[in-house]
Nanobody, 115 residues
Framework: QVRLVESGGGLVQPGGSLRLSCAAS????????MSWYRQAPEKQRELVAQ???????NYAESVKGRFTISRVNDRKTVYLQMDSLEFEDTAVYFC?????????WGQGTQVTVSS
């Protein structure tokens, strides 16, 4: 059974940090391009960060310099380190894995930035 399970979300003040984790099972993790997406209320889901099987990364302009995506293939886990969080980062964050036509999603974890 394929599962992507996110964790690490929560409530944080502006300027604070959170680290999201996504643990995968049931897939050959090392062959997947892994991404983090987010969806804020009444907005479309958007790509936040992406990491290829060989570690190449890509970021949305709005998070460049603040967020860092990484992966540990032996743990089948992808991380999103989020620093200098802003109100606008409030959203449900989803883990995504793609390999060819295979496209997997996690259930999401809520991140709320509030004072």
């Amino acid at each position: 059974q394929v599962r992507l399970v996110e964790s690490g979300g929560g409530l944080v003040q502006p300027g604070g940090s959170l680290r999201l984790s996504c643990a995968a099972s049931g897939i050959v993790f090392s062959e997947y391009t892994m991404s983090w997406y987010r969806q804020a209320p009444e907005k479309q889901r958007e790509l936040v960060a992406q990491i290829t099987p060989i570690g190449n990364t890509n970021y949305a302009e709005s998070v460049k310099g603040r967020f860092t995506i990484s992966r540990v293939n032996d743990r089948k886990t992808v991380y999103l380190q989020m620093d200098s969080l802003e109100f606008e980062d409030t959203a449900v964050y989803f883990c995504n894995g793609v390999r060819g036509f295979l496209n997997r999603w996690g259930q999401g974890t809520q991140v709320t930035v509030s004072s």
